[in-house]
């Protein structure tokens, strides 16, 4: 069974330009999150969706991010205009139902410049 | 506020011999509790879990304990390996709701 999907793998952009981050969950996995983690700490949560809702989105900074997931399966994350603060890594994971183990894709590293 | 904490940066064991991880938690709602193991430039995979009836789950190697009069778990594995080799995290929710997790812990046997 394949594994939670991100892309690009890393991406290296200048300030104030835009960014998207993918998501594809493990197939039939309901909720879908997306986190950040710098280096040294562990990863934070930004949003999560069960199905197309977003359910939890209270970390997201909304003025300059976004998120959806249409059809409640792949997910795009951007940023709009990125920050020298948002270098980091963009994690998604999926669950089943949102209750149990996550499952982390392998991430996206940003470097902002 | 930092809701996980993982106090040990860093911990280095001998193969062979047990690692002990170690993780508090200051919010007493927590019901459920996970580990991970992330290697470099790939993303954490889960490793064990506990929930709050339990004190004690073991797979393998590896044996989590919770102590929730003391708001902790620890992670043991025993025997050590090389490939285990990672950041350990732990996590925890409340009712099924947002994961929070601590800073991690490196750890590293020595072969």
């Known amino acids: 069974e394949a594994g939670v999907v991100q892309s690009p793998r890393y991406k290296i952009i200048e300030k104030k330009q835009p960014v998207a981050f993918w998501c594809n969950p493990i197939s039939g996995h309901n909720t879908l999150y997306w986190y950040l983690q710098n280096l040294g700490q562990g990863p934070e949560l930004l949003i999560r969706?069960?199905?197309?809702?977003?359910?939890?989105d209270s970390q997201l900074p909304k003025d300059r991010f976004s998120a959806e997931r249409l059809k409640g399966v792949d997910s795009t994350l951007k940023i709009q205009p990125a920050e020298l603060g948002d270098s980091a890594v963009y994690l998604c994971?999926?669950?089943?139902?949102?209750?149990?183990?996550?499952?982390f894709g392998p991430g996206t590293r940003l470097t902002v410049t | 506020d930092q809701q996980v904490k993982q106090n040990s940066p860093s911990l280095s064991v001998q193969e062979g011999r047990i690692s002990i991880l170690n993780c508090d938690y200051t919010?007493?709602?927590?019901?459920?509790f996970l580990w991970y193991k992330k290697y470099p430039a790939e993303g954490p995979t889960f490793l064990i879990s506990i929930s709050s009836i339990k004190d004690k789950n073991e797979d393998g190697r590896f044996t989590v304990f919770l102590n929730k009069s003391a708001k902790h778990l620890s992670l043991h594995i025993v025997p050590s390996q090389p490939g285990d080799s990672a950041v350990y995290f732990c996590a925890a929710s409340a009712r099924g709701n947002q994961f929070y997790f601590g800073t991690g812990t490196s750890l590293t046997v020595i072969p």
């Open positions: 969706y069960e199905n197309e809702e977003a359910v939890d």
């Open positions: 919010n007493s709602m927590f019901d459920y």
């Open positions: 994971a999926s669950s089943l139902d949102g209750h149990g183990e996550q499952y």
